[in-house]
C-alpha cells in the first residue's frame, strides 16, 4: 500500500505514520530524515540541499524529488511505502505521480488539526536526541522525566516549538498545502482524517480512511 499523510505540523503523522507502517509492513519516508541522511553521507544530492539549507533557502524541488526517488528505488520500499513530509507543493505532487510511472498511490490523509490544538501538542512536546521518540508532557510523557522510555536517551524539545513561531509555520503551512490539498481531492486520492483527538481514535480513523478497517 502506497499512502501520503498530509498534515501541520504537530498533526501526529510521524506518530501515526510509525504505527502505520509497522502494521503494513512497509517503510516510512521521511523526507525530512532522507535530506538530512544525504547531508551526512555527503552525496551529490546531499551537498546540493545543504548548500541551499546553509543559506535558509528552500531545497529546490528536483534536489527533493531526486532524494525521494533514490530512496523509492530500495528494495523495502517495492511493496508500498509511507510518505510524512513529501509533497509539499503540486510541483512535488507532479514529480511523485510521474516517478511511480503506472504504479499509482491508493490514498491521501489529510490530518485536520485546529490550530490552537497544535499549539497546545507542541508545547508539551519533548523529543528524543537519540532514538527520536516523541513525548507530550500531558498526555503521554517518559516513565522518567527527561529520559527516552525506549533508548534512555536525553529528551529536548525544539525552539520552532513554541507557541508564536507554531503559530506563523501554521499559516505558512496552511497557504503553501492548500493547493495540493485540492489537487488530490481532484484525483480522488484524498481523505480527510480529524486527527485532534485521542491518537488510538485518529489511529482508527486513518486505517479506515486506506481502507484497512472496516
Given at each position: 500500500m502506497r499512502v501520503v499523510l498530509l498534515g501541520p505540523p504537530g498533526s501526529g503523522k510521524g506518530t501515526h505514520g510509525k504505527r502505520l507502517c509497522e502494521s503494513l509492513g512497509v517503510p516510512l519516508i521521511a523526507t525530512g530524515d532522507i535530506l538530512r541522511q544525504a547531508i551526512a553521507d555527503g552525496t551529490a544530492l546531499g551537498k546540493s540541499a545543504q548548500e541551499h539549507v546553509k543559506s535558509g533557502r528552500l531545497v529546490p524541488d528536483e534536489t527533493v524529488l531526486g532524494l525521494v526517488e533514490t530512496r523509492l528505488r530500495l528494495t523495502d520500499a517495492q511493496r508500498g511505502f509511507i510518505l510524512d513530509g513529501f509533497p509539499r507543493t503540486v510541483a512535488q505532487a507532479e514529480g511523485l505521480k510521474s516517478l511511480l510511472g503506472e504504479v499509482r498511490m491508493d490514498r491521501v490523509v489529510n490530518l485536520v488539526v485546529p490550530t490552537e490544538v497544535v499549539v497546545a501538542r507542541l508545547k508539551d512536546r519533548w523529543l528524543c536526541g537519540s532514538c527520536g521518540a516523541i513525548y507530550n508532557m500531558s498526555t503521554a510523557p517518559p516513565k522518567v522525566a527527561g529520559v527516552c522510555d525506549r533508548c534512555g536517551g536525553g529528551l529536548k524539545q525544539r525552539s520552532d516549538d513554541e507557541p508564536e513561531t507554531v503559530r506563523k509555520r501554521l499559516e505558512v503551512y496552511a497557504r503553501e498545502?492548500?493547493?495540493?490539498?485540492?489537487?488530490?481531492?481532484?484525483?480522488?486520492l484524498l481523505r480527510n482524517v480529524d486527527g485532534s483527538g485521542r491518537a488510538s481514535d485518529v489511529y482508527a480513523a486513518i486505517e479506515r480512511a486506506i481502507g484497512k478497517a472496516a
Open positions: 498545502t492548500a493547493p495540493l490539498v485540492a489537487y488530490y481531492e481532484r484525483e480522488g
